[in-house]
């Protein structure tokens, strides 16, 4: 699929005269493109596509179409059928009324391209550049600042399933990669244990033999890996493993291997939530709690937006974190340059979030 800018296109007079006999008072979709111009180009989308190829569909427009379905809360296959039906939407894409609009999955591949290196910073910082011309953000002002919880893709695990499920992970991914390494190590009793997602329960049959028996399974696997010098090339699964194995276990005087348990316990402790893998299909994810009440695995997406009382709200930065950390509401500040933004953006432990997608497949 390769690009063809279409930017500089006006709306179709017929779309133009029916939009305004239909929307006098006019709506959301008919100002972006009115007092905008369309908030990016073609051209903007350049190097997301290859020059050869059969011509894909207006990125500036895909682009669009998720700014107005996140605004109106539309699903992809409701955004498809807007694109389709409505009539603010053609116009705020120059599209004549009888274009049949785009198939819904086009939404979800445009996200996946939006998802890779810092595509979603660069049209942000588009998007607010003419919101800036168009003098609806201005260089000093009043932002506001709050957050909330963004569930991690992963299924919620007790302590037993996590390093049960990252036993069987690991071996997954060795299995790919290096399948000869198995054939010593994995039989019939290892089949059985790690050969389908586990889902064990909070309360399992033989628990202190089953914790045993994983965290010895995960010892001997590791150390085969070292002796066969996997280790060194070892992904993303093994490395989850490693880490889990240490937040669950200990070796006590004698050598034993140990499950660890809390301080008040008598044990030598856990690991603090911040720094806990949750999943070893996701090792950003984190345990949260805000307040007493909330608590969930994945991350906290904190939102900026302007909050000057002679103006629009304008959503000026978002930024997701996979640590710990507790806000009572919204604070507000004032950003006086775009120098303080991007040094926020830079912060350490910050991950950038993307355009919403709808739930997709969750880890097992």
Partial sequence: MSLRPRSGEQVPSLTAQVTRASNPDGAAAIWVRDRLDGLWRDEDFADWYPRDGRPGLSPAQLATVCVLQFLLGLSDRQAAEAVRCRIDFKY???????????????????????AQGDRADRLLDLALARLK??????????????STHVLAAVRDLTRLELITEAVRAALEEVAGALPHLLDELVDEDWGRRYGRPVRLGKNPTKP???????????????????????????GPRVQALRQIMVQNYHRDATGQLRWRTAETEGGPGLPPSSA????????????????????????????????????????TDVA?????????????????????RAAARRAPGRRRLHLPAPPGASHP
């Fill in 276 to 315: 806990a893998v949750v999943s070893p299909y996701d090792t950003s994810a984190r345990y949260a709690r805000h307040g007493h009440i909330i608590t969930w695995k994945g991350f906290s997406a904190h939102l900026t937006e302007t909050c000057a009382p002679d103006g629009p709200n304008v959503i």
């Fill in 92 to 114: 705020a894409m120059a599209m004549e009324l009888d274009d049949p609009g785009l198939h819904h999955s086009v939404l979800a591949d445009f996200r996946n391209r939006l």
């Fill in 320 to 340: 997701t974190t996979g640590h710990h950390a507790r806000q009572s509401g919204p604070a507000r500040h004032s950003y006086p340059s775009r120098t303080s």
């Fill in 208 to 234: 202190k033999t089953r914790i045993l028996a994983t965290g010895n399974d995960a010892v001997r696997l590791l150390e085969h890996l070292y002796r066969h010098g996997a280790d060194r090339t070892s």
């Fill in 133 to 146: 011309e168009a003098g609806l953000v201005r260089e000093r002002t009043t932002q506001r600042t709050d």
